[in-house]
């Protein structure tokens, strides 16, 4: 009853709010806790599902209030244990996500209309909504954590499906690479040496902003952002950049040049908190000629064709002329970070690499490429040979027990929070307008007896 009692001040409250504001009192159609959901919030968040084709699978008027209804729980938690999220984070995402509104619909004018309000009150808007998502996300990490399966509960999980939901695995491939970067003269990196020296120079002498110069020049996709790229442990940088960076110490100074994989880079001090830094930079690439990519296609050609007249295996060849750090100390084969294993369906390879594997058979060794190297965004000279195809099939223990796993904990974690959010519903007065109960929920315990 207490409960119920605050519930309805709240909706009062908010009632008499809105009615002195606009002369139009909000229409409320759920209320968890003392928290009510307007029919505003849902109609705003299906403007918006729209507007980003997000798929709405159902109903959007049971389907959206029960999203906000869920999102409210899992806030509700946050608060007990005390999560929170920088406002930092928040900012570059929202920023990020009016650049892309912009983009995509022309100016900010445009941007404006389309969502009838001022830039400021969609930020505004925005700020609340991404911290919301960082918190839950938090929140629902934070209560499968702990989730770990053994080969038994993976056994099991597999022994329990139905013979119509054993997955399909779509093909796979094994691929082996060797990569060589193209000869770039050393005229070209003394030219790119002395701009980045003059950027320097004009940030240390206070003639210009870091910012406006990683905006006007840097080549990375921070540039946007002002060369900001968040705060990063040690781990999450090139080597060559957290060396310099993490020793760092004037905010208002430019750092020395700092050559890395992806090219030259100057570097500033934002904020050091704890094990992490937030540095901005500019970063510049020498550029490459025809002349050069066509030397290095020449010089992987040679390579391919000693190959072919066995005058080394391809796996020898990898290890000792391979430029391409992570595979050439495993005889050249691509490792796929996603699945934590050396198969890759198609759709996973870097575009490049895929279209000459789908023109391989198992054994044979493609014509050299150019491709972009998915770690440092340079151009690289490229051979691969297909080591193996395994054509798509039902998935088997013995075959696909890593997919099985990863399926297995992923139904673990669905079912930890399922059963939290079951549990938490029972514990929450929750209140469900007329109009709006004629629904298939998700969860079944919104509408209490």
Not at 231 to 248: I, K, P, Q
């Amino acid at each position: 009853m207490k409960i119920k009692f605050l519930s309805l001040i709240a909706i009062a409250s908010a009632a008499i709010y809105a009615i002195a504001q606009n002369n139009i009192a909000e229409e409320v159609v759920w209320v968890v806790g003392d928290e009510p959901i307007y029919k505003s919030q849902v109609e705003e968040q299906y403007a918006q599902m729209q507007y980003e084709r997000t798929p709405i699978n159902g109903d959007p008027y049971c389907v959206i209030p029960e999203q906000i209804a869920l999102e409210k729980l899992y806030l509700h938690q946050a608060v007990i244990d005390t999560i929170t999220v920088e406002d930092n984070t928040v900012a570059r995402e929202v920023n990020a996500r009016i650049n892309y509104f912009i983009e995509a619909l022309g100016s900010k004018e445009k941007v404006e209309e389309y969502f009838r309000k001022s830039l400021p009150d969609i930020r505004e808007q925005y700020m609340d909504i991404i911290r919301n998502q960082y918190i839950v996300q938090q929140v629902r990490s934070n209560l499968t954590k702990d989730v770990k399966v053994t080969p038994s509960d993976v056994r099991k999980y597999y022994d329990n499906l139905d013979k119509d939901s054993v997955p399909f695995i779509p093909m796979q491939v094994e691929v082996q690479i060797i990569t060589v970067k193209p000869v770039i003269p050393q005229s070209e990196i003394d030219e790119v040496k002395s701009r980045l020296r003059e950027y320097a120079r004009r940030v240390n002498e206070g003639e210009t902003e870091f910012s406006t110069l990683a905006i006007l020049y840097s080549e990375d996709g921070s540039a946007s952002r002002g060369g900001e790229i968040g705060f990063r442990g040690r781990t999450e940088l090139m080597t060559e950049y957290a060396s310099v960076a993490f020793n760092l110490t004037d905010p208002k100074k430019a750092s020395r040049i700092v050559e890395t994989d992806a090219g030259f880079h100057i570097i500033q001090l934002i904020e050091k908190r704890g094990d992490k830094v937030n540095t901005r930079h500019i970063l510049l690439r020498p550029k490459v000629s025809d002349a050069e990519l066509t030397d290095g296609i020449n010089r992987l050609d040679s390579l391919r064709s000693d190959i072919l007249a066995e005058k080394f295996p391809f796996e020898e060849a990898a290890q000792y002329l391979s430029q391409d750090k992570a595979s050439r100390n495993n005889q050249g084969l691509m490792y796929n970070e996603m699945t934590q294993s050396t198969r890759f369906q198609m759709s996973e390879l870097p575009q490049e690499v895929a279209k000459q594997v789908d023109k391989l058979q198992p054994g044979e060794i493609s014509s050299p490429f150019i491709m972009i190297d998915p770690k440092t965004n340079r151009e690289v000279i490229a051979i691969v040979r297909l080591k193996n195809r395994i054509e798509g099939h039902k998935a088997t223990l013995r075959d696909d027990y890593e997919a099985l796993k990863t399926m297995c904990e992923n139904y673990t974690r669905d079912k930890i929070l399922r059963d939290w959010v079951d549990e938490k519903i029972k514990s929450t007065y929750i209140y469900i307008e007329e109009g709006w109960r004629d629904c298939t929920f998700q969860h079944d315990g919104w509408l209490k007896k």
